[in-house]
């Protein structure tokens, strides 16, 4: 519907997490697993299919690290109404389901997300304040336990990329690494959504030394890829972040992936840079399927192997 092809401000977002709850109590439950500097609840919803007795493997996306890149908070909220629409009618997602629970947090930057809307629309980092400095945030995606603030992050205050004082110094970050150190026996899979620049990244990032399963996640992304060009028309290039994108330090992706969770990627969306962060409402629709074709993909693979 068209309430998903809009951008939403914050607070109609902390509205849609509670409704869509609410209203759809057999197959969404919610759980808070942690608060943002400024005190702002993150909630992570459970969508699951069929009930089933013994504990179901899972597969994890996040979204809105990087406050400006409103197409990631969107694509979580179009996943989960996909989801909840589509099981039972769509096959893919009804076998998604029916194997694994999806755990989406659809905001993990609410301080920096709200601070798009009133203040700079450019904003990346979250809202941390810091004593030595006039300087506000932390860079999320830099902030994780996986060669942190090494070459490609910035121990400056002032810089988009700052990795603040120690690995998981944000209590953001916490939230979500506490959350899958609980989770890891039963989380399969890790996705982090992004834009711009139309990218399906895994591990590594933070260095330039190949993943264990390197040829399994380039197979997995490719097919991805594949299945994008194929049925949208999109290029998407894929590939580990450190040579496709570049070397980044302390993601979450990384930081997942040294877990255990052997399947982790990073997606980039729409576009390749003609808007850019302010990718018009009108693209939301496209962007999204794309997004959600290739988690489709990889995760029906995951769950093959997993
Ligand atoms: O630099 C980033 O964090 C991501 N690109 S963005 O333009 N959305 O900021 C890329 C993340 C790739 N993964 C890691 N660096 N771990
Ligand atoms: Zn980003």
Redesign the pocket.
Known sequence: GKFYERYHPLEEIYFWINKTTVDHPNMVKVFLIGSSVEKRPLYVLKLSGRASSTPKNAIWVDCGI?AR?WISPAFCMWLVDHCITQYEANRDITEILNSMDIYVLPMMNPDGYEYTWTAQRMW?KNRAKHPDSDCVGV?L??NFD?NWCTSGASSRSCDQ?YCGQFPESEPEAQAVANFLRSNKNTVKAYFSI????QML?FPY??SYEQARNHDELNEMAQDAAKDIQRYYGNQYKFGP?SQT??L???????WAYNLGIDYSF?F?LQDRGKYGFLLPPSHIAKACKEGLQALKSISLKVIQRS
Do not use: K, Q, V
């Not at 992004?194 to 620049?197: A, L, P, R, T």
């Not at 980044?248 to 990384?254: E, V």
């Open positions: 990087h890149e990346r860079d995606n830099r996986a990329t992004h834009s711009y620049s990244l990032s933070c972040g994108i570049y980044a330090p302390g993601g979450s992706d990384d990073t980039e």
